[in-house]
């Protein structure tokens, strides 16, 4: 799809989510309602709200576009300081980009169906929860044990054989947490899928959502692939490395 094309077909912006939810992050940002008037023409409702049709319809395809990239061996060929601030720039930030929009999500289908779908209580509250606590969870990685692997990685590349204590003890104690917290995350996210049939919206959901579980779904996925992206190449790397170095 182009702005082009988009402007020829009369494109309206429930198609569009239809086609790839991301776009809904955009419309949200907007104001544009791709739930209850989905079915107006994106180009009439930017005219209707003074939007810049262009802009909008460019950030649309941009957020189409953009995927997260999957294959193994670039991770495991990645330098330790590398891949900490790979999963830093992508995994983190996905994850603070998308909490707030999908709280809100989440709040309002919850709002609207709760009612007649009570698990939305439940899947609300275990998000909640994980946003909470993955704020928490990052910070202390990146003010702490990433910061760690990175010292480790620079002194082994300038030729080092030894290293100063860090002040935690080993790489193994702040790694244990981390790692005790990635089992709690996975286990609240095999209970939304749970609670969520899988992220199958009923049939009397509305467009938001049809969104809300198709971000959830991303959202899992995302995390899983940044847990693993720890569990099983940084953190077991950072501490064979350790292990090769001695103490001062």
């Known amino acids: 799809m182009n702005i082009e094309t988009a402007t020829e077909t009369g494109i309206t912006v429930g198609s569009i989510v239809a086609a790839n939810y991301r776009a809904a992050d955009v419309f949200k940002r907007y104001g544009i309602d791709f739930c209850c008037k989905g079915g107006r023409r994106l180009e009439d409702v930017c005219k209707e709200n003074n939007l810049d049709f262009s802009a909008i319809m460019q950030e649309v395809m941009e957020k189409m576009e953009n995927t997260i990239p999957i294959e193994e061996d670039m991770y495991r060929s990645m ?7 790979h999963i830093e720039q992508v995994h983190h930030k996905y994850v603070r980009d998308n909490i707030q929009i999908l709280l809100s999500y989440l709040h309002k ?8 779908h009570p698990e939305l209580t439940e899947i609300f509250a275990l998000f909640e929860g994980c946003a909470h606590e993955l704020a928490q969870h990052m910070v202390k990685e990146e003010t702490v044990l990433f910061p760690a692997i990175k010292k480790l990685a620079a002194a082994v590349r300038q030729g080092a054989n030894n290293i100063k204590p860090f002040f935690f003890g080993a790489l193994s104690n702040p790694i244990g947490m981390m ?30 959502y049809v969104v809300a579980y198709r971000k959830l779904k991303e959202f899992q996925d995302d995390l899983f692939l940044h847990i693993h992206l720890e569990n099983n190449i940084l953190f077991p790397k950072a501490m064979k490395l350790e292990e090769t170095l001695t103490r001062e």
């Open 79 to 85: 330098q330790l300081d590398e891949l900490a601030t």
């Open 179 to 208: 790692e005790d917290e990635h089992v709690t995350e996975g286990e609240r996210f095999f209970r939304i899928a749970e609670l969520s049939n899988n992220f199958t919206t009923p049939p009397d959901g509305c467009t938001t």
């Open 109 to 116: 289908i919850n709002s609207v169906h709760g009612a007649k």
